[in-house]
T-cell receptor, first 112, second 112 residues
Framework: NAGVMQNPRHLVRRRGQEARLRCSPM?????VYWYRQLPEEGLKFMVY????????ESGMPKERFSAEFPKEGPSILRIQQVVRGDSAAYFC??????????FGSGTRLTVV | SQQGEEDPQALSIQEGENATMNCSYK?????LQWYRQNSGRGLVHLIL?????REKHSGRLRVTLDTSKKSSSLLITASRAADTASYFC????????????FGTGTQLKVEL
């Protein structure tokens, strides 16, 4: 059981480029959550997905950010036209329907 | 404002002492969880306490929950240098699915 796998661990993008962050949930987990952590702050909820469905995207910025969790393959958090303020650590977690949160190690995005 | 707010923001103690961190929240919750995060790393789940529980133990950890005061405390007994990390509380809201709302964290430093 490899846990929640996120890649890449570190990602550097120039302003205006696109960032794609991947998350493979734990085996048997059908729920995926994305959180963002700014330096010296706690985690802020972004989006909650189940296979092929977005359940709650109340924490997603209205523009440039999107997320998907296809039937096959990892969940993707996509940030278009990145800006310096997008620099943060992005964490993915997966769970079972009851409870069972497991976090990945995160992707640290730096926008230069 | 944050659903969960920890205090103190930072705590420095000597090895062998006990460390107590507090968390306050605002709305009705289903459960409250504590996580540890080492610098630059992902989150590690420590303990979950449900809204109908008042106290829970796990090794050197003791968590209390007072739903009337909307607060929780995490006690680490006989602290070790390896306990140095940031500690976050996270609340699962009633009706909020499995989405967690994180506090701002307490930075604990245990000195030799």
């Amino acid at each position: 059981n490899a846990g929640v796998m996120q890649n890449p661990r570190h990602l550097v993008r120039r302003r205006g480029q696109e960032a794609r962050l991947r998350c493979s949930p734990m085996k048997g987990h059908s729920h995926v959550y994305w959180y963002r952590q700014l330096p010296e702050e706690g985690l802020k909820f972004m989006v909650y997905l189940q296979k092929e469905n977005i359940i709650d995207e109340s924490g997603m910025p209205k523009e440039r950010f999107s997320a998907e969790f296809p039937k096959e393959g990892p969940s993707i958090l996509r940030i278009q036209q990145v800006v310096r303020g997008d620099s943060a650590a992005y964490f993915c977690a997966s769970s079972t329907p009851q409870y069972g949160y497991t976090f990945g190690s995160g992707t640290r995005l730096t926008v230069v | 404002s944050q659903q969960g707010e920890e205090d103190p923001q930072a705590l420095s103690i000597q090895e062998g002492e006990n460390a107590t961190m507090n968390c306050s929240y605002k709305t009705s919750i289903n459960n409250l969880q504590w996580y540890r995060q080492n610098s630059g790393r992902g989150l590690v789940h420590l303990i979950l306490i449900r809204s109908n529980e008042r106290e829970k133990h796990s090794g050197r950890l003791r968590v209390t929950l007072d739903t009337s005061k909307k607060s929780s405390s995490l006690l680490i007994t006989a602290s070790r240098a390896a306990d140095t990390a940031s500690y976050f509380c996270a609340t699962g809201l009633t009706g909020g699915g499995n989405k967690l709302t994180f506090g701002t964290g307490t930075q604990l430093k245990v000195e030799l």
